[in-house]
């Protein structure tokens, strides 16, 4: 399975929602993302669900800058 493929595996969760969160993320901003954003994000998917549903729904903060910054772009995204 290359790159994308194990990305696309990794970005389905446990809910429909963070499903859609985060693959969307995967198709639209992650071709053009930087390198490091690209690998924060990869590391980002090693995050429980519930850690990543309080922080998109903004009753947390992830304690990374560069996880907090995709967070806040899916937020944005979004309009959460």
């Keep these: 399975m290359d790159k994308s493929g194990r990305l696309r595996w990794r970005t389905r969760r446990g809910t429909r929602e963070l ?24 590391e980002l998917l090693d ?13 947390a903060r992830a304690p990374r800058a560069d996880w907090q910054a995709i967070i806040d772009d899916i937020r944005a995204r979004h309009r959460l």
């Excluded at 985060?22 to 053009?32: K, N, R, S, T």
């Excluded at 995050?47 to 009753?59: E, T």
């Design 47 to 59: 995050v429980q669900d519930p850690d990543l549903w309080d922080w998109v729904m903004g009753h």
């Design 19 to 42: 499903d859609a969160l985060f693959g969307g993320w995967l198709d639209e901003v992650f071709p053009h993302a930087s390198e490091a954003q690209q690998q924060a994000f990869d």
